[in-house]
């Protein structure tokens, strides 16, 4: 797998410096929890439904349905590619943000993506 670094960073050539491996799975889970379902007009069907959870109070309840919501979403859109081993959320109440940590398994290695959500 490979993808371009989507912070446009240069390479020695000039180009777009290109990801691959982990680093490109990596990203690509990183943009999943920033496109919401049908947003993508190529892929309507590729996506999350985190938008549902904003203004909800972030109770132990709502966190772990959006657990549950990420670890399935990635699975269902990533397909066999990687194995979600946990998805954490953890409240940033000071910035009006969510925390998401997903531990996942791509080619016997194991790696942890986070980012924070502002919701």
């Known amino acids: 797998m ?10 020695y050539q000039g180009k777009l ?6 680093d490109a799975v990596s990203q690509a889970m990183e943009n999943w929890v920033y496109v919401a379902l049908s947003e993508r007009i190529m892929y309507p069907e590729e996506g999350n439904n985190l938008i549902y959870y904003i203004g909800k109070k972030m109770d132990t309840e709502t966190i772990s349905q959006l657990e549950q ?9 990533f397909g066999s590619l990687v194995s979600v081993l946990t998805a954490e959320v953890t409240p940033v109440y000071d910035q009006g943000a969510i925390n998401i ?6 080619r016997q290695k194991t790696k942890t993506v986070s980012t924070n959500l502002y919701l």
Do not use: H, M, P, Q
């Open 69 to 77: 919501n990420i670890a399935s979403g990635i699975e269902e859109d």
């Open 17 to 22: 410096t290109e990801l691959d491996g982990f």
């Open 101 to 106: 940590s997903i531990t996942v398994k791509w």
């Open 2 to 11: 490979y993808d371009y670094d989507k912070n446009g960073t240069i390479d």
